[in-house]
C-alpha cells in the first residue's frame, strides 16, 4: 500500500469518539517532487476540548509476509503557534490490529497493541517553513493473521499526514 501512487479519494475509514464534524479531513497536497498531486489525511482540533478522532487504512492482506514495515512522512504544528487552545498536543498514536479473516470495523476497543506515540522530530511554528518528519515502525505478524489494519489517532495536535507506505518482508527459517 503507497498513498502515493492513489489516483482517487482514499476514502478510508474514520471514528469520532465525540461526533466531532471536523476530524480528520481527505485532501490533496503537492508531493515532495513539487509535481505530483498526492493525497494526504490533515487534522487540528486544537479548538476542541479533549477531542478523539480515529483514521484507518484499509485492511492490507498479510499474504506471504512475517514483518510489515509502516512508513508515515508527516507534519505536525507547534501549541505555541496557537491562542488559547482548548488542546493541544504535539504526539499522535499509531496502533495496529491483526486479523485472522477479512472484517471491516473501525471500532477503537479493537485495536489491541500501540506501537508508539510519536513526538515529532521538526515542528511547525509561525516564523518558520513547514518541516517534513518520517518514521518507520516494523510490526512482526502473529502466524494466524490474514489481514492488518493500522489506525492514526488524534487528540488535539495539528497533523498531516502526507504518505503513508505499507512494505512486507518474508523471513525464511533455515532447517
Not at 39 to 68: D, K, M, Q
Not at 77 to 90: G, N
Not at 121 to 135: C, F, M, N
Request: glycine share 4%.
Amino acid at each position: 500500500m503507497d498513498t502515493r501512487s492513489a489516483t482517487t479519494d482514499l476514502k478510508w475509514d474514520q471514528l469520532s469518539l465525540r461526533g466531532d464534524a471536523d476530524g480528520w479531513t481527505e485532501e490533496s497536497w503537492r508531493g515532495l517532487d513539487e509535481k505530483s498531486n498526492e493525497r494526504a489525511y490533515v487534522a487540528c482540533s486544537f479548538h476542541v476540548a479533549n477531542p478523539g478522532n480515529w483514521v484507518f487504512t484499509p485492511l492490507i492482506p498479510r499474504e506471504s509476509a512475517n514483518i510489515l514495515y509502516i512508513n508515515v512522512l508527516y507534519n505536525t504544528r507547534s501549541c505555541d503557534q496557537y491562542h488559547d487552545p482548548k488542546s493541544c498536543k504535539e504526539t499522535f498514536n499509531l496502533f495496529v490490529k491483526q486479523y485472522d479473516q477479512k472484517v471491516n470495523d473501525v471500532d477503537r476497543e479493537t485495536f489491541n497493541k500501540t506501537i508508539s506515540t510519536w513526538s515529532p522530530v521538526s515542528v511547525l511554528t509561525k516564523d518558520t517553513t513547514a518541516v517534513i518528519s518520517e518514521t518507520t515502525q516494523s510490526v512482526t505478524l502473529k502466524p494466524s493473521t490474514k489481514f492488518v489494519r493500522f489506525g492514526f489517532e488524534e487528540n488535539g495536535v495539528c497533523v498531516s499526514l502526507l504518505t503513508i507506505t505499507v512494505s512486507t518482508l518474508q523471513l525464511y527459517k533455515s532447517l
